[in-house]
């Protein structure tokens, strides 16, 4: 497929439209199949894929290891744009511990992941959520001193607010801010996406799919396995859920006319909100993968854009994006 690829921030790296979150390969969406998700990977690169996205938090590393050990084929490494995350701290049971931001903790962190995925170099490292006990000038002053050190590459920012954005910007350039954006979580459009454009920081959106609930696969709780971490979503719960899914039976109505799946409506949207955006729609599943990619294939006339802001305008998503707990500990 030729597409024109996006920019990471103001570097020469040129990223295919739409990444892959690798997340559910090791963690939180039900039974994985590790040999399955390293062929899913190769058959991404072949797609033209090179944007990968994990987190030393997914799996307690095992994520990490899978994407290494994936992207370990002769030739591939050089191909490719790896993102990892750190911040987040859980047990060995995976058990929140909290978050880390300090100095030290950075530099160990930054280690382990290189470790973990048997590379000499992370190409983007991102706070995965800000540490309110650590002012983010020093976070993203330890962050720099891994560029320095020719570890890590570019520096992004995850779920932070403007000011904070802002402030980190000060200390060091900041490629990318990952944030939560789809169509039912649309609060990045108010000041977080035009403050990027104004930066030229790249903006990752994770969960363009809304957890998969748009896709229009999930017709009952009873889709998702026992053990699930979407069955605590919000957006998942009660009265929630048929609310959503009759906004998302309205967004599979207008796929139809437009001859694509609901998944494609959906990211060919989050594509065609700035020139700046490069999502990374996360799969276990080739069907969906290639389902995921041809959503490029997919163009929206300003009729179009009218249209589905009618059928899911800002705040028109039943229930909040994550349990109580986790939406405390966001930086707003």
């Avoid at 570097?11 to 990444?19: A, C, D, K």
Wanted: charged residues 25%; contains cysteine; neutral net charge.
């Amino acid at each position: 497929m030729q597409v024109a690829p996006r920019k990471l921030g103001d570097s020469s790296i040129q990223l295919f439209p739409i990444g892959l979150g690798c997340m559910g390969m090791s963690d939180f969406y039900g039974p994985a199949d590790d040999h399955k998700s390293i062929q899913l990977i190769h058959d991404a690169i072949g797609m033209g894929v090179n944007f990968f996205d994990t987190a030393d938090v997914y799996g307690m590393g095992r994520n990490e290891s899978l994407v290494g050990t994936a992207l370990h084929a002769p030739g591939t490494r050089e191909k490719v744009i790896i993102a990892t995350k750190f911040a987040n701290v859980r047990d060995a049971q995976g058990k929140f511990l909290g978050v880390n931001g300090k100095p030290e903790y950075v530099k160990e962190a930054c280690d382990k992941s290189l470790q973990r995925m048997g590379i000499d170099y992370i190409d983007l490292y991102y706070q995965h959520r800000v540490d309110p006990g650590t002012p983010i000038e020093e976070t993203v002053g330890a962050m720099a001193e891994l560029v320095k050190a020719g570890k890590v590459k570019h520096l992004g920012l995850s779920e932070a607010a403007p000011q904070t954005i802002r402030r980190a910007c000060k200390v060091h350039r900041i490629a990318a801010l990952q944030t939560e954006y789809s169509l039912w979580s649309r609060e990045p459009e108010t000041e977080l996406i035009p403050l990027c454009e104004e930066l030229n920081i790249t903006f990752v959106p994770y969960s363009p799919l809304g957890r998969g609930f748009l896709t229009g696969r999930f017709k009952s709780i009873n889709d998702l396995a026992a053990d699930d971490w979407r069955r605590n979503n919000p957006r998942f719960q009660g009265e929630n859920f048929q609310k959503n899914l009759d906004l998302v039976r309205r967004i599979e109505e207008m796929a139809k006319q437009k001859n694509c799946t609901a998944a494609q409506l959906a990211l060919a949207w989050v594509l065609a909100k700035s020139p700046n955006i490069v999502p990374i729609p996360g799969t276990r599943h080739l069907d969906r993968l290639k389902d995921n990619v041809g959503a490029l294939n997919v163009k929206l006339t300003d009729d179009d854009m009218k249209k589905i802001d009618e059928i899911l305008p800002m705040h028109a998503a039943a229930g909040e994006r994550y349990p109580e707990a986790a939406m405390k500990a966001l930086n707003r």
